[in-house]
C-alpha cells in the first residue's frame, strides 16, 4: 500500500495545498495526518481541506489539536504562541468533537502511526536520541515501523531494530523551506515539495485575520528556523519522560 504521510500542517494551507497537488500524494491509497493540523494562520479551511479527502484520509491526534480544542472550549491561552488563542477562537463549535475524537495512534499495513510517541503526544525524541531514549518511548510497541512528528524535523533511523521515520513538517518545517513530507510504500521516501512561498505569505496576509500574520509568515514560511537552531532547544528535552 502506499502511503503518504503528512504531518504538522499547522493551519498554512498554501503549503497544504502543494502537497496535495503532488501526482504521489494524488495516487496514494491512504493520506495519514499526523497531527497538529490546524494551530496557525488558517484552521478552519485547512479543516475543510482535510474532511474533503474523505475517507482516504486517515488521522492522528497531535498535542495542539487537543490543545487548541480546550483552548476554544476555556479560552486559555496556555501555549506560548500568540498565533495559537486566536487560531482556538476560529474554531466552530461543530469543529471541536472532530478533534476530541482524533486518536492518539493509529497502524496501517502493519505501520504504526503517532504524532510524538505511541504513548505522549508531546514527548520529544530526536534522531540523536540515545537508544535508551528510544527503547523507554517504544516500549511495548510491537510494530517494526513506527512513523512519527512533533518535531518538524524529516528524519529515518533505527531504534533497536525498528525502523523510526520523521516526515518533518508541512507548514512550519525546521532546517530548510517547502513543505515536508514522506511517502511509504516499497520503502521510504523522504519527500521535500518546493512552492512559491512568497506567493503563499501574499495568500495568507490577504485571507487571515491574525493580526501579526504577515510577522508570523516571515518567520514560519518564509524564513524557517535551522535544524542547529531547533536542536539546541529541543535538546534538553529529548533525553528523559516529561
Known amino acids: 500500500m502506499n502511503v503518504a504521510v503528512l504531518a504538522d500542517i499547522h493551519g498554512v494551507l498554501p ?8 501526482p504521489d500524494v494524488r495516487a496514494a491509497e491512504k493520506i495519514v495526518l499526523l497531527g497538529d493540523l490546524l494551530a496557525g494562520p488558517m484552521p478552519v479551511e485547512t479543516l475543510e481541506r482535510l474532511q474533503a ?9 497531535g498535542n495542539a489539536d487537543r490543545e487548541l480544542a480546550e483552548s476554544a472550549r476555556t479560552g486559555g491561552s496556555f501555549v506560548p504562541d500568540p498565533i495559537f488563542p486566536w487560531a482556538a477562537k476560529q ?17 496501517v499495513d ?41 518535531t518538524h524535523m524529516p528524519f529515518v533511523r533505527l531504534a533497536d531494530r525498528r525502523l523510526v521515520v520523521n516526515p518533518g513538517s508541512v ?66 528535552r529529548g533525553t528523559s519522560s516529561t
Not at 503549503?15 to 503532488?22: K, M, P, Q, S
Not at 518545517?173 to 512559491?196: I, K, Q
Open 171 to 236: 507548514g512550519m518545517p525546521y532546517g530548510t523551506s517547502g513543505a515536508h513530507w514522506a511517502l511509504l510504500g516499497d520503502g521510504v521516501e523522504l519527500r521535500r515539495t518546493e512552492y512559491d512561498v512568497e506567493a503563499a505569505c501574499r495568500f495568507l496576509a490577504e485571507h487571515c485575520a491574525y493580526p501579526d500574520i504577515e510577522e508570523w509568515a516571515d518567520f514560519f514560511v518564509r524564513n524557517p528556523a535551522s535544524d542547529v537552531e531547533a536542536l539546541r532547544v529541543f535538546s534538553g
Open 110 to 150: 502493519g505501520v504504526l502511526f503517532c504524532h510524538a510517541t505511541p504513548r505522549d503526544d508531546t514527548e520529544i525524541v530526536l534522531v540523536d536520541s540515545s537508544p535508551e531514549r528510544w527503547a523507554e518511548v517504544l516500549d511495548g510497541v510491537s510494530a517494526s515501523t513506527v512513523v512519527c512528528g512533533h
Open 53 to 61: 479527502l474523505g475517507d482516504r484520509a486517515v488521522w492522528v491526534r
Open 91 to 107: 474554531l466552530r463549535p461543530a469543529d471541536l468533537p472532530v478533534l476530541d475524537a482524533l486518536p492518539l495512534t493509529v497502524t
Open 15 to 22: 503549503a497544504l495545498e502543494a502537497v496535495l497537488a503532488e
